[in-house]
């Protein structure tokens, strides 16, 4: 089931009064689309960038000269008149605002959230230990691994991704299928051997991703001396709704955004970013050591606190998400059970 605007979701909620992001929408036509929306409307991007721009279908189209059109976006919106149609006219389906050659994932990068999943899912060494010293075992652990200095990154399934509004598909094979909204960056320029000083110099904005994870699925053979099957848990399709806005660099703060994800209405991850442990620079200089990133690609930078693993209460048909990140817009995924 797909969500459409105007009827549908408003674009425009939560989007910085400074700022902007670009928004990919199918017509119902079936043609593909680009939309710059701001806090005053969603406009067509050629009203900003003229009308050579006017077919233009995917964000990944405006990488190669991203910082002109940035800014010559902006200073549309800075000029244009008050009452120019914000409108759009047409409902559109909303669709992932970038199309990634390649998703890079950081694992288990957020302090509280990985003290969490120790705790609830000890190694079997531990697991004859009380709350507590559970807790105490995780803290001391996390503390080496921040010493260590190495972040762990994975590849993701490019064919999970989806659109903000997308339902969500719970496979018949979990029972454990939970949700990890994360902060997700943008690559605008090929990035290889960069230094953590320079790394944002190769980000063209940010936008939302539900890394949406089977823990059942995480140990499938019930091994964990294995490492985890980050293909068994998180690869199915519609398990990576992305969206909806692209927001420029020039606009976000990555080490202090807000990540909130509702269930139902109700708050389960309400989490700063600046709760990393490793920052988006470090995850970009270890990931370009390793592969050569592209224009286009995403990373993930992790999921804070507040799972379902850690709530007891994982998802299930009828249920519905929201997630927010600061500026970023409003994701609203259904859920659903898989056909049988």
């Not at 200095?149 to 979990?174: E, K, M, N, Q, R």
């Not at 693993?309 to 500026?327: K, N, T, Y």
């Amino acid at each position: 089931m797909k969500a459409a605007f105007p009827a549908g979701p408003d674009l425009t909620d939560n989007v910085s009064d400074h700022g902007f992001g670009l928004a990919a929408v199918r017509l119902p036509s079936g043609q593909r689309r680009l939309r710059v929306v701001s806090a005053r409307g969603v406009y067509p991007v050629s009203l900003a960038l003229g009308a050579r721009w006017s077919d233009v279908t995917t964000v990944n189209q405006l990488l190669p000269d991203w910082d002109t059109h940035v800014r010559t976006i902006s200073s549309w919106l800075q000029s244009a008149s008050p009452d120019a149609d914000g409108s759009d006219g047409e409902a559109a389906e909303v669709l992932a605002p970038v199309c990634p050659g390649h998703i890079y994932q950081a694992a288990a990068n957020y302090r509280r959230h990985v003290i969490d999943l120790m705790v609830a899912s000890p190694r079997p060494e531990h697991r004859d230990l009380g709350l507590a010293d559970r807790r105490a075992v995780a803290v001391k652990l996390m503390d080496e691994r921040v010493a260590s200095g190495v972040p762990t990154v994975f590849s993701g399934a490019v064919s999970s991704l989806c659109g903000p509004y997308d339902d969500v598909v719970i496979p018949h094979i979990t029972e454990q299928c939970d949700w990890e909204l994360e902060l997700a960056a943008v690559i605008k320029a090929p990035a290889r051997y960069v230094s953590k000083e320079d790394a944002l110099d190769y980000v063209a904005g940010y936008t939302i991703a539900n890394d949406i994870t089977m823990r059942d699925q995480i140990y499938p053979s019930g091994d964990s001396s294995r490492g985890a099957d980050w293909l068994a848990s998180k690869s199915a399709p519609t398990h990576l709704p992305v969206g909806p806005l692209l927001v420029p660099a020039a606009f976000v703060a990555p080490g202090d955004v807000t990540i909130t994800l509702r269930l139902n209405g109700q708050v389960m991850q309400d989490e700063s970013s600046a709760d990393m442990i490793y920052d988006l620079p470090r995850l970009i200089e270890h990931t370009s050591r390793y592969a050569l990133m592209r224009p286009g690609d995403l990373l993930l930078t992790g999921s804070p606190a507040g799972n379902g693993v850690h709530h007891g209460r994982f998802l299930r048909a009828g249920d519905v998400m929201e997630g927010r990140i600061s500026g970023l817009g409003v994701q609203r995924t259904g859920v659903v059970d898989e056909p049988s």
